[in-house]
């Protein structure tokens, strides 16, 4: 049940990374997110506005639902 809360039904935009050899490499000799994002993005690993697009594009959000809930 949602509670009253207007949870139940809605769909999660999630971003996942996966850590390979190069990752953990950067992350432990950096530790600086800009470097560890701007590598996840040369490896082309989907990130969480990549999830959002994906999702609008599928028609199971709207654009209004994605800027509600994001800090975009």
Avoid at 19 to 45: H, T, W
């Amino acid at each position: 049940k949602c509670g009253g809360r207007g949870y139940k039904g809605r769909v999660g935009l999630f971003e996942l990374l996966p850590i390979d050899e190069e990752l953990g490499r950067k992350i432990v000799e950096s530790g600086n997110e800009g470097d560890i994002i701007q590598l996840a993005r040369q490896k082309k690993i989907p990130g969480l506005r990549d999830d959002a697009a994906g999702k609008l594009l599928a028609g199971v959000t709207s654009f209004d639902e994605i800027i509600a809930v994001s800090a975009w």
